[in-house]
Structures are given as structure tokens and as C-alpha cells.
């Protein structure tokens, strides 16, 4: 089992930058592949970038494609999404989670076991 704490979120002016960080407890957390979601007020969860265990392939979804970057360093047991050019669309609470199922990049939030309590992301225009 792994525990996710999610932080970096705030306020950010649209074409600003802000960087999130999920640190994982234990030391099983390169065993875990890992993703983040997102979810605004009166939407559903939606998927936003996804990593393999060791880093080495990610995949994203269209939305954020080119501005967004996942990443993860497993010595400290953290992960990362570097967001550059916001848009008040990017407005919502984002969640790291890991997928303990197979090391793949996947969008399915079902795939995904462990999820942190979200961080709020707020893009003016």
C-alpha cells in the first residue's frame, strides 16, 4: 500500500506556470506506475498524464498535450507535473495516483488503486 500527499496547487495567472508534486510513502514507490487526474466543479474525474515505473514512457491526454510534462524522481519517492501556458480551463482539483496493476501508461481511473486528497489549481483569465 502507498500513501500520495499532493501539493503545489494555487493561483496562477492564465499563461503561468505551476509545478505539482505527489510524495509517496513507503519504499515500494517505483514499483507503482503513476498518474494524474483532475476533476472541476460539475464534471467528472478526467485523466491528464500517466508514467511508467521507471519513468522511461508517458502518455497525456490531448487537452494538455505540449504544455504539461509528468515526470517522477523514485529516489525521492515523488511525482511530478510541470504545467506551463495555463488556461482557466486547466481550473480544477488534480490528483496523483498509482496503478499497482501493470507498468503501463493508462487513462482508466479504475486501473488506479491509490489516490491523494487533490490539490485546487485555479487559472484566472
Known amino acids: 500500500q502507498v500513501q500520495l500527499v499532493e501539493s503545489g496547487g494555487g493561483l496562477v495567472q492564465a499563461g503561468g506556470s505551476l509545478r505539482l508534486s505527489c510524495a509517496a510513502s513507503?519504499?515500494?514507490?517505483?514499483?507503482?506506475?503513476m498518474g494524474w487526474f483532475r476533476q472541476a466543479p460539475g464534471n467528472e474525474r478526467e485523466f491528464v498524464a500517466a508514467v511508467t515505473r521507471s519513468g522511461g514512457i508517458t502518455y497525456y491526454a490531448d487537452s494538455v498535450k505540449g504544455r504539461f510534462t509528468i515526470s517522477r524522481d523514485n529516489a525521492k519517492n515523488t511525482l511530478y507535473l510541470h504545467m506551463n501556458s495555463l488556461k482557466p480551463e486547466d481550473t480544477a482539483v488534480y490528483y496523483c495516483?498509482?496503478?499497482?496493476?501493470?507498468?503501463?501508461?493508462?487513462?482508466?481511473?479504475?486501473?488506479?488503486?491509490?489516490w491523494g486528497q487533490g490539490t485546487q489549481v485555479t487559472v484566472s483569465s
Open positions: 495516483a498509482a496503478n499497482p496493476r501493470a507498468d503501463l501508461v493508462a487513462r482508466q481511473a479504475h486501473l488506479y488503486d491509490y
Open positions: 513507503g519504499r515500494t514507490f517505483g514499483s507503482y506506475a
